[in-house]
């Protein structure tokens, strides 16, 4: 019994140390929570798939009633805002090259003619496609305008499709995109804290001296894991508070369940952290072997981008990513109300990269070589 609370006292010890180490410098403590605040609002704001203006110009040759009511609607949306109205043809290469306008619409002259034969009337678009998301966005949004329009005239197919978002009902990006800037943006700085942990004693010659004293190399890993945990966690936390009260989107599953899942992901990552901090020399060496993983991590996720779309090969390779399961299991928990039955497979994985990568940093702590 006195054995193992002289052990726990050592552990809490060398654990207070690395907090006050982190946090005793003002500005050290403005960089680990600010940027979270930061990034929140930035992505919330700045990374979002939705088409709230576009401007466009109009080439209108046919002066006609259809034509018209038509642009009464595009303009009714409150997403499009009319910037320019064209003369002749060769105006709309200027209003697109210069970004001025993301679309023009032209109205042939025969527009209003071939409606009223009854006749097929084709109307152009023309898009930007620098930004190919946009402008696909753009023109979806018209074609649907269109499409109510001729109806509206009684030109519509007898069949219509009526579309039904699950988890997201308005289509809106910020809904899949922010959740999971819980788990992201936590990692990117929570591995570069758990990184430079080791690196920056090295350089500093005082984790020799760790190594001497009665602490155990499990002791070591408890006391740099510990503090890397509590700072990622804190991060998330903050990014959560954004997302839930600052943007408005509603938290579907339990509080609990989400922090369960959290504890897991931000253990694996600091592990990956510390291994990488103990093969690092340097402090430069942790910060380029971090900014080297961290981009195949995030390519790897399925933050931006379908992993059930990627080669099988690197789908395979994703399981060895907890950045993958830990955005899975916030979206799902947030998203979707998933409960931890539901979630409980992300663990797996998790559970598996924080089994290796923590005793083999426990193991380079006294093996790697100088």
Do not use: C
């Amino acid at each position: 019994m006195l054995a193992l609370s002289l052990y726990l006292l050592q552990t809490f010890a060398l654990i207070h140390k690395e907090m006050l180490a982190l946090l005793k410098d003002p500005s050290s403590r403005a960089l680990l929570l600010g940027p979270a605040l930061m990034q929140a609002l930035l992505f919330g704001y700045g990374a979002t798939y939705d088409l709230t203006h576009a401007p466009f110009a109009v080439l209108d040759q046919s002066h006609g009633r259809a034509a018209h009511e038509i642009l009464a609607r595009i303009e009714g949306t409150g997403v499009f805002e009319r910037v320019a109205t064209l003369e002749a043809a060769p105006q709309i290469a200027e209003q697109i090259d210069s970004g001025a306008a993301l679309l023009v619409v032209t109205f042939p002259p025969d527009f209003e003619d071939r409606l009223a034969a009854g006749q097929a009337a084709p109307m152009q678009v023309i898009l930007d496609g620098r930004n190919s998301a946009t402008a696909a966005s753009a023109a979806a949004q018209v074609g649907t305008i269109v499409a109510a329009y001729n109806q509206s005239i009684g030109a519509a197919p007898l069949i219509a499709i009526d579309r039904r978002a699950w988890f997201n009902p308005n289509y809106d990006s910020r809904w899949n995109l922010m959740p999971a800037m819980i788990a992201s943006l936590s990692m990117l700085q929570t591995l570069l804290l758990a990184a430079l942990s080791v690196a920056r004693e090295r350089e500093q010659g005082t984790f020799d001296q760790l190594l001497v004293t009665p602490l155990t190399p499990a002791q070591i890993l408890i006391g740099k894991a510990v503090p890397s945990i509590l700072i990622g966690l804190a991060q998330s936390t903050i990014i959560f508070l954004v997302i839930r009260f600052w943007f408005g989107i509603p938290l579907a599953g339990s509080v609990g369940v989400l922090y369960f899942g959290l504890i897991a992901f931000t253990v694996a990552s600091v592990g990956i952290g510390l291994s990488i901090s103990a093969v690092s020399l340097t402090m430069q060496q942790a910060m380029l072997y971090t900014f080297m993983v961290i981009m195949p991590l995030m390519l790897l996720s399925g933050l931006l981008t379908s992993v059930r779309n990627m080669p099988l090969v690197l789908q395979w390779a994703t399981y060895a990513n907890p950045l993958r399961f830990g955005i899975d299991t916030v979206r799902r928990v947030y998203l979707e109300g998933a409960g931890l039955a539901e979630i409980a497979p992300n663990f797996v994985p998790l559970v598996a990269v924080a089994a290796v990568t923590l005793p083999l940093a426990a193991w380079l702590f006294r093996n790697r070589l100088s």
